[in-house]
């Protein structure tokens, strides 16, 4: 007998096709606007994993015709610099989106620096304002993961409408936004983390499932309901006895891709939607700009 496998969420090849959505209307735009779309990343200190990201953004930014105006401060930066920084990229009329790199060092508080960022130029979606938009129901900028995997479900036509969708992990990135956004969509949402009592019995009846906890291989085919949407936001480096590092996910994909319907894989499902919808969400922030001209 022919064994099924998952179809998979291809974010990699979504997140290319948004990009050059994009460019287009970078193009289309930019003679009105007078000048590109720009885009702020703060990054402070030197660790690797965030310098990777913060080149890949820039990339990103640099194919959709996105200026960039990424800053890289020194471990032993002030919050009272950062904060200056800030304040003149709010008045900065070539800046629409700014966003500071995580993680920070540790002398530094994150949320406060989050809460100076004007929330029409927050390109990461997660000032409170925005939130609270979206717990209104409001316009506003989307956090960008979340928003990303609502656009991975709508691109491939998967229904939300009275579904049971279970959201595994609570942060204020990702399982509280995305919580909202399904709820947005007429799903019917529950949250269970880490104190869930028996996370099998609840996630064994998600019609869809969002793993985002950060733990390896912690949701396994047992824990699935056949037919069921997976979508894994884990992104975990697992060091092998032979020294070598690979990424996986918080969904065990070998055995739950013999079960569910849809499954994203890790790397190339959800991270490169991320980066996505951060240029999205600044290319949102300028055609606003547009509209105020």
């Known amino acids: 007998m022919e064994t099924k496998t998952a179809k998979l969420l291809d974010g990699k090849a979504l997140a290319e096709k948004i990009q050059q959505e994009l460019s287009a209307a970078v193009k289309e ?3 009105q606007i007078g000048r590109p779309p720009g885009l702020a990343v703060l ?10 990201y913060v080149r890949g953004k820039e990339r ?12 890289h401060f020194p471990t032993q930066t002030t919050q009272a610099e950062l904060e200056e920084v800030i304040a003149a990229l709010n008045n900065d009329q070539r800046v629409d989106g700014i966003l500071v790199q995580l993680p920070l060092p540790n002398h530094l508080d994150a949320v406060g620096l989050l809460h100076q960022i004007e929330p029409d130029k927050d390109a990461d979606g997660l000032h409170p304002v925005n939130l609270g ?3 209104r129901g409001e316009l506003g900028l989307r956090s960008c993961t979340p928003a990303g995997i609502m656009r991975l479900l709508q691109e491939y036509a998967i229904p939300l409408q009275g579904k049971q969708a279970v959201v595994v992990g609570r942060s204020i990135l990702v399982g509280k ?6 709820l947005e969509a007429d799903a019917t949402v529950t949250v269970a983390h880490s104190r869930s009592h028996d996370l099998q019995s609840i996630s064994k009846n998600a019609d869809i499932l969002i793993a985002a906890v950060g733990r ?14 997976v979508v894994d936001v884990g992104m975990n480096r697992v060091t092998h006895s032979d020294g070598n590092s690979r990424l996986v996910g918080d969904v065990d994909f070998e055995s ?14 959800v991270g490169p939607m991320t980066v996505a919808m951060l240029l999205q969400n600044t290319f949102s922030s300028y055609s606003r700009t547009n509209q105020k001209l």
Not at 177 to 182: D, G, K
Not at 256 to 269: D, E, I, K, R
Request: proline content about 11%.
């Open 29 to 31: 735009l930019q003679p």
């Open 43 to 52: 990054m402070v200190g030197d660790n690797p994993a965030s310098a990777a």
């Open 60 to 71: 990103a930014c640099q194919k959709v015709g996105i200026a960039s105006f990424g800053r």
């Open 133 to 135: 938009r979206l717990v």
């Open 177 to 182: 936004p995305m919580a909202l956004m399904l």
């Open 216 to 229: 390896p291989g912690l949701i396994t085919a047992e824990m699935v309901k056949p037919g069921a949407v």
């Open 256 to 269: 739950t891709a013999l079960v569910a319907q849809y499954l994203t894989p890790v790397p190339g499902g």
